[in-house]
């Protein structure tokens, strides 16, 4: 049972970057998924989160990347994406996709996630 994070990279402010979670040995269609990012000095926080697994969809977008990024999945390709638009430096941080079947209300809790990729580093800089 694995997740693998991809994606991550150097870009330019105002740049663009989608991140892949690509899980293996389990149906990630059957499961919540999260994407959380840990930027230098700071705790853990969930950045988007989707629950779809029982035909009810709940997302979250945390307010600072509201309207820039899009999470989405390919249950065909038992991926999920995190789409990064008009990145800015303070988006810069380690991104992890994780899994779980969290209660609706709290999706965003690390708690609820039990597997987890190993993250993926995301620079913004000019």
């Known amino acids: 049972v694995q997740l693998q994070a991809s994606g991550g990279g150097s870009v330019q402010p105002g740049g663009s970057l989608r991140l892949s979670c690509t899980a293996s040995?389990?149906?990630?269609?059957?499961?919540?998924v999260a994407w959380f990012r840990r930027a230098p000095g700071k705790e853990r926080e969930a950045v988007s989160c989707i629950d779809d697994s029982d035909g009810y969809s709940q997302y979250y977008y945390a307010e600072s990347v509201k309207g820039r990024f899009t999470l989405s999945r390919d249950n065909a390709k038992n991926t999920a994406f995190l789409q990064m638009r008009s990145l800015k430096p303070e988006d810069t941080a380690v991104y992890y996709c994780a899994a779980g079947r969290p209660i609706s209300s709290a999706i965003r809790s690390r708690a609820m996630y039990y597997y987890w990729g190993q993250g993926t580093l995301v620079t913004v800089s000019s």
């Open positions: 040995g389990f149906t990630l269609g059957d499961y919540a």
